[in-house]
């Protein structure tokens, strides 16, 4: 919501109030910042596709402990760091906190898939 929010205000200050109000307004071209304030909307919009249903099973799954809410927190962490990171443009430093969340969501997956396979 914050990034939508950012999107939202980013774009009234630099193109006008009126902007966001006309359905007939002319096709324009995005600058850089305003092409990864949409491409860092996009990458969380598809990460959330997995990450959401990961943590859900992990609460339905009724899996606990310091490992399963470090995980979670490190994905929350990560994924936002990734946002901010993204709006840099510089893509190398973006890496770490990418890794970070897609490692955490895979570690809660393999707990709950071993969960629900009787091996956990």
Request: proline share 2%.
């Amino acid at each position: 919501m914050t990034i939508v929010t950012f999107e939202i205000v980013y774009t009234y200050v630099v193109r006008g109030f009126g902007f966001g109000f006309s359905s007939n307004r002319p096709q324009i071209a995005h600058s850089r910042f305003e092409a990864r304030m949409k491409r860092v909307l996009q990458n969380q919009t598809e990460n959330a596709a997995y990450v959401v249903p990961v943590l859900a099973a992990v609460h339905f799954a009724g899996l606990s402990g310091v490992g399963v809410d470090t995980a979670s927190l490190l994905i929350v962490v990560g994924r936002a760091a990734y946002a901010v990171l993204y709006y840099s443009g510089v893509s190398f430093i973006r890496i770490p906190a990418f890794s970070t969340a897609s490692l955490s969501t895979l570690y809660l997956a393999i707990l709950v898939l071993s969960r629900a396979t009787g091996e956990g």
